[in-house]
């Protein structure tokens, strides 16, 4: 039904004449709207792709274009589709490219996790060079609570309110068989770390020798890592060691953000795309349905009988759509007939996390991100 | 960081240091929506600064204020933005519940 409405609506917009506009105009004349909310693609390229948000564009006729505060609130709607544990994906409508790609880059770049930086390697004799297995350790996922911790600058110590120690001791028997090294492996430190500072041989002997951090109390008794200690992501493979090589090593694990570096980034990623609105712009009967619904790769289109055996196209799953636009490729004049389009203020966001916090928290933390960051150039202009 | 002519306080450069895309895009759709102005644009300098220059030139209003407005309004939605999506998300959980719970009875 509503690709008929639209195929009346172009139909009236081909018609249109000035005489038939109203005197005060309210609205803008339907072929205007059209640019200025839909994105058009073409076969070649898309056009109309740049927003019109000057605020005096439509001055001309009469309709102001200005953002209103009251008019966004009642338009913005958010639907979520799919909400798992590490992914969820939902809509959202009424909001402009501009924003929605700023809550985009904060969730890859902005967001803060705790990611391994330091590794004490005591022993190494394993295929894996150290700096490759250091590497590889920066990358595993640590499934915390980022804002339990602070940042740690350089002049700070190691203390139990920046840093979470690992240990990992895996040695291949020799005669055994081959070894796999899974992040299972790494213990977690609570009491911080065991490897102890070259400390001068005059010094009170009966002190505990000074280790690499300066845990004063021991991270297990906070109540939310009493009953679920930190661990890194499971089944991950480290290393592989063949028989008689040892791996022995401390790690420790800092917050940063993704803008230092992409081991710091707390999704896996996080894209959007417009809602895809296909139209076929005349009736598509009998042979030509058919092609039509044979060519497209993800099924947007149905065949619906509409009686005396005749068949007709209808658009059942436009959401689906690729925008590969094989159905404006199949035959020459087929470019008048379906028109893709894409809806300039309904995003679709897909947010797959890496597990240290849940995909609504992220997208909750990266919109007080922008928050943060507005205020912060308030404070400055003041 | 402003600078802008002392006499004319309608138009200024702002540059603000430790920026990206990220929030100047943002703040240059709500600059842009806002009726007092007559142009606004960023740019990047170079992309290894992390510095971006806003261009502001408006109708008589000093462009100070202007900004500071606009930020206001973009914090404004961002929270709008905020509680519309924990309530989708809340009644999204809800539903999830009530279609479990149909399952089961019907089972």
């Known amino acids: 039904m509503a690709e008929r409405e639209e195929t009346e609506k172009k139909k009236e917009a081909e018609s249109f004449s000035i005489w038939d506009l109203p005197d005060v105009p309210q609205k803008l004349p339907p072929h205007i ?9 073409n076969l070649d390229a898309p056009i109309h792709t740049e927003n019109v948000m000057y605020s005096g564009a439509y001055a001309s006729m009469g309709v102001d274009n200005s953002l209103q505060l009251d008019h966004f609130c009642n338009n913005f709607r958010v639907e979520v589709i799919r909400l798992t544990k590490d992914d969820m ?15 985009r880059r904060i969730l890859i770049a902005e967001l803060p996790t705790m990611a391994i930086e330091k590794v004490l390697i005591a022993n190494n004799t394993s295929v894996i060079q150290d700096e490759v297995l250091a590497h590889r350790l920066g990358l595993i996922p640590i499934i915390v609570d980022p804002r339990l911790f602070e940042y740690m600058s350089e002049n700070d110590t ?33 009491n911080g770390s065991e490897l102890p500072l070259e400390t001068k041989p005059d010094s009170n002997p009966s002190s505990k020798p000074r280790t690499y951090t300066s845990f004063s109390s021991s991270q297990d008794l906070l109540p939310e890592f009493s009953n679920n200690p930190i661990r890194p992501m499971l089944d991950i493979t ?59 790769p993800v099924n947007v289109f149905d065949i619906e009988d509409i009686g005396s055996g005749k068949k007709r196209a209808t658009v059942a799953r ?37 597990g240290a916090l849940s995909p609504e928290t992220l997208f909750t933390e990266a919109v007080k991100i922008l928050e943060d960051k507005c205020e912060r150039v308030i404070t400055e202009l003041s | 960081m402003e600078h802008g002519a002392f006499g004319d306080q309608s138009n200024a450069t702002f540059s603000l ?25 960023y740019s990047i300098p170079h992309p290894s600064d992390a510095r971006v220059n806003i261009r502001v030139q408006t109708t008589g209003d000093p462009a100070r204020e202007v900004l500071k407005d606009s930020c ?17 998300v809340d009644d999204f959980r809800t539903s999830e519940k009530v279609q479990a719970m149909k399952i089961d009875s019907k089972e």
């Not at chain 1, 994906?89 to 809550?103: H, K």
């Not at chain 1, 401390?250 to 999704?267: D, L, R």
């Not at chain 1, 689906?320 to 203020?345: H, M």
């Not at chain 1, 309904?346 to 797959?352: A, D, G, K, L, M």
């Open chain 1, 158 to 190: 190691s203390n139990e309110k920046n840093t979470i120690v690992f240990k990992l001791h895996v040695l291949c028997e020799r005669g055994g068989p081959r070894l796999t090294v899974k992040t299972n492996e790494l213990k977690w430190l609570p």
């Open chain 1, 238 to 296: 480290i290393a592989r060691l063949g028989p008689g090589q040892e791996i022995e090593l401390e790690a420790h694990a800092v917050k940063g953000i993704g803008k230092t570096h992409a081991k710091w980034s707390p999704v896996a990623t996080a894209w959007y795309r417009m809602l895809p609105e296909i139209v076929l712009l005349e009736d598509v009967e009998d042979e030509d349905a058919e092609k039509l619904v044979k060519t497209c």
């Open chain 1, 89 to 103: 994906e939902f809509d959202l409508i009424g909001i402009d490219a501009a924003i929605a790609n700023a809550f």
């Open chain 1, 318 to 354: 436009p959401r689906a759509c690729t925008l590969c636009r094989e159905c404006l490729r199949c035959g020459e004049e087929w470019e008048k007939r379906v028109s893709i389009r894409r809806v300039k203020d309904h995003f679709i966001f897909t947010i797959e996390s890496t």
């Open chain 2, 17 to 41: 240091t430790e920026e990206d895309h990220t929030l100047a895009n943002a703040v240059r759709f709500t600059l842009n929506q806002d009726p007092r102005v007559t142009f606004c644009g």
């Open chain 2, 72 to 88: 206001q309004e973009l914090m404004l939605m961002c929270r709008h933005v905020r509680s519309t999506f924990a309530k989708a």
């Open chain 1, 33 to 41: 709207e059209f640019q200025r909310t839909r994105v058009q693609c």
